[in-house]
């Protein structure tokens, strides 16, 4: 069963630094979004991208946070200078259309020193 | 401000019992409704949609949607330990095309 897969599962940083979390939607769709989950919190709307544009964004998603669909496969998620309160899961997740079901990657712990 | 709201629970039912788990929105012109579990440390495994008014079954567990009430609920029948999980309910409001969560409510199946 095709699925989203995600990389690194786990990734440290200092505080500052820039991050690239990496992706892979199901081949077939056509919507991918990125999601955060701050532990203990619900999971938080990032993103929302669809014919190689932005095509929603929550107030999170600033200037600090930029999306990408470098080749035909792979979505990514940059965040450019890494704060404290950064540190969570990120998921990825796709689907076929804006309003279907979406599907989540097992997620990225991202932490921030 | 939209929002989806669930009791946290913890909601402990024994095993082989029903689980009953529910959810209100608030904004009326929803059109997708979705449950997914979360073991802890993972990520959210979609369970069950509904777009529908009325019930939707499949294999142990049905959801229920009430536009009128704004109100979806998950039926788990036949409650099995490894069910113990985090179920969160997330709508897709009309217009966009972002999942807005619940903050979920624990389930836990004892035996």
């Known amino acids: 069963e095709p699925e989203v897969t995600q990389t690194p599962s786990h990734q440290v940083t200092q505080m500052g630094q820039e991050v690239i979390l990496r992706c892979v939607p199901i081949s077939n769709h056509l919507y991918f979004y990125w999601y955060r989950q701050i532990l203990g919190q619900k999971v938080e709307f990032l993103v929302s991208f669809y014919n190689n544009e932005i095509s929603e964004k929550s107030e999170i998603f600033d200037d600090q946070f930029s999306v990408e669909r470098p080749d035909g496969s792979n979505f990514t998620l940059k965040i450019r200078s890494t704060k404290l309160e950064d540190s969570a899961m990120y998921f990825c997740?796709?689907?076929?259309?804006?309003?279907?079901?979406?599907?989540f990657g097992p997620g990225t712990r991202l932490t921030v020193l | 401000q939209k929002e989806v709201e669930q009791n946290s629970g913890p909601l402990s039912v024994p095993e082989g019992a029903i689980a009953s788990l529910n959810c209100t929105y608030s904004d009326r012109g929803s059109q997708s409704f979705f449950w997914y579990r979360q073991y802890s440390g993972k990520s959210p495994e979609l369970i069950m949609f509904i777009y529908s008014n009325g019930d939707k079954e499949d294999g142990r567990f049905t959801a229920q949607l009430n536009k009128a009430s704004q109100y979806v609920s998950l039926l788990i029948r036949d409650s099995q330990p490894s069910d113990s999980a985090t179920y969160l309910c997330a709508v897709n409001y009309p217009g966009g095309n972002k999942l807005t969560f619940g903050t979920g409510t624990q389930l836990k199946v004892e035996l």
């Open positions: 997740a796709s689907s076929v259309t804006g309003e279907n079901e979406q599907f």
